[in-house]
């Protein structure tokens, strides 16, 4: 492994975290089908939003959507990224008959923007700004195409102080 460069070790890295949120979905989805015991759920239902699929709302902090039962749903980083999704965004899940996961961001968090610079370290990007550093998402970096170093403008929630994440609004 020495001799792999560091680049491709951290591609791996974040192919893995990828790979064990699709895992996590797929488990979710799963259950939700078969039920914790394993056999298929057989109910019928006269309710339409039912018979869509199943709708659950929940916070979002960053990574993933944490839903009023405690359970945990990933978030495709490309969709957070291009959507700008900060901590605090309230989003509605619905997990369609077929398997898919359908996000929708519906109560926006209020927000502000500030200017930084990015950085990496820990096989994570971040973005010093105001003496703090915010994490990003690599789907970010990649739809933006920023480069450490680079200035960058990003969305924090305006009203959490505690903030660990942020989004991308544009690269300066």
Same mark, same amino acid.
């Given at each position: 492994?020495?001799?792999?460069?560091?680049?491709?070790?951290?591609?791996?890295?974040?192919?893995?975290?990828?790979?064990?949120?699709?895992?996590?979905?797929?488990?979710?989805?799963?259950?939700?089908?078969?039920?914790?015991?394993?056999?298929?759920?057989?109910?019928?239902?006269?309710?339409?939003?039912?018979? &869509?699929? /199943?709708? $659950? !709302? #929940?916070?979002?902090?960053?990574?993933?959507? =944490?839903?009023?039962?405690?359970?945990? +749903?990933?978030?495709?980083?490309?969709?957070?990224? &291009?959507? /700008?999704? $900060? !901590? #605090?965004?309230?989003?509605?899940?619905?997990? =369609?008959?077929?398997?898919?996961?359908? +996000?929708?961001?519906?109560?926006?968090?209020?927000? &502000?923007?500030?200017?930084?610079?990015?950085?990496?370290?820990?096989?994570?990007?971040?973005?010093?700004?105001?003496?703090?550093?915010?994490?990003?998402?690599?789907?970010?970096?990649?739809?933006?195409?920023?480069?450490?170093?680079?200035?960058?403008?990003?969305?924090?929630?305006?009203?959490?102080?505690?903030?660990?994440?942020?989004?991308?609004?544009?690269?300066?």
């Amino acid at each position: 492994m020495s001799d792999l460069p560091e680049k491709q070790v951290k591609r791996l890295y974040t192919l893995i975290q990828e790979a064990e949120t699709n895992l996590a979905a797929a488990k979710e989805l799963l259950i939700s089908i078969t039920g914790e015991d394993g056999h298929v759920i057989t109910k019928r239902s006269s309710s339409l939003e039912e018979a &869509k699929g /199943k709708v $659950v !709302e #929940g916070v979002f902090d960053g990574q993933k959507m =944490t839903g009023p039962d405690g359970k945990e +749903y990933p978030v495709p980083a490309n969709y957070a990224s &291009k959507s /700008k999704l $900060v !901590e #605090g965004d309230i989003l509605k899940l619905t997990i =369609t008959d077929d398997g898919s996961f359908v +996000y929708k961001q519906i109560g926006p968090t209020e927000r &502000k923007l500030i200017i930084g610079t990015l950085g990496q370290h820990d096989g994570a990007y971040y973005v010093e700004a105001n003496g703090r550093e915010y994490r990003i998402l690599l789907a970010s970096v990649t739809y933006f195409r920023i480069n450490i170093g680079d200035q960058v403008t990003i969305i924090i929630p305006a009203d959490n102080t505690e903030a660990v994440w942020a989004a991308v609004e544009a690269a300066l």
